[in-house]
């Protein structure tokens, strides 16, 4: 059972465009929402990330925003680059324990 | 954030042997964790490797399968058993730093041939 759900599967976004990527969670327990950006052949790299008592956190072109009611979050990528083509997972942690429940993840990929 | 090496970086072995996956942080942490990423997927989390103690594993995954050590705080290793062609994935070091922040290593691509 895939406690986070994310969408897209993929997007292609032109060059300064805007992609944004969505996560929902059904456990209210969660109090940690991380983003990862990962490249072909590397590991997860830490980008961005949320507690439930803020609804938006922004950090250079990356910004959350998180809807608590719903138990959503999304993060959006302004001014996308060539660059950013990459794929990118949300993911959730309970504050006891560090394990994380990640979502399925999605493929961008930014055309010049 | 925290410096994290996995050995080896990648490794094509024959089915029903075992690979040994080594991963070393450069501090001191008390949380270790070991991730599989099947070929195109999301991570699972395979088990929390315990400084002293045996790792907690997940639903799905055993300690006959998946052996882990963990000697002392800045490093850890699994062991992939026995393996199948269905083992054939990347295999992710990750530790936890205060404030809630997990760090991965580059990751072990396996193929089992």
């Known amino acids: 059972q895939q406690q986070v759900k994310q969408s897209p599967q993929s997007l292609i976004v032109q060059k300064g465009g805007i992609s944004i990527i969505n996560c929902a969670y059904e456990n209210t327990a969660f109090d940690y929402f991380p983003w990862y950006q990962q490249f072909p052949g590397k590991g997860p790299a830490l980008l961005i990330a949320i507690r439930p008592d803020v609804s938006e956190k922004k950090e250079g072109r990356f910004t959350i925003s998180f809807n608590k009611s719903a138990k959503q979050f999304s993060l959006h990528i302004m001014d996308s680059q060539p660059g950013d083509s990459a794929t990118y997972f949300c993911?959730?942690?309970?504050?006891?324990?560090?394990?994380?429940?990640f979502g399925a993840g999605t493929q961008v990929v930014v055309t010049p | 954030s925290a410096v994290i090496s996995q050995k080896p970086s990648r490794d094509i072995c024959q089915r029903g042997t075992s690979l040994t996956i080594q991963c070393q942080v450069d501090?001191?942490?008390?949380?270790m964790f070991w991730y599989r990423q099947q070929p195109g997927q999301s991570l699972t989390l395979i088990a929390t490797a315990n400084q002293g103690s045996e790792a907690t594993y997940e639903s799905g995954f055993v300690i006959d399968k998946f052996p882990i050590s963990r000697p002392n705080l800045t490093f850890s290793t699994l062991t992939v058993s026995n393996m199948s062609p269905e083992d054939s994935s990347i295999y992710l070091c990750s530790v936890k730093l205060q404030g809630r922040r997990a760090f991965f290593g580059q990751g072990t691509r396996l193929t089992v041939v």
């Open positions: 993911a959730a942690s309970f504050s006891a324990g560090g394990k994380l429940q």
């Open positions: 501090s001191q942490v008390t949380m």
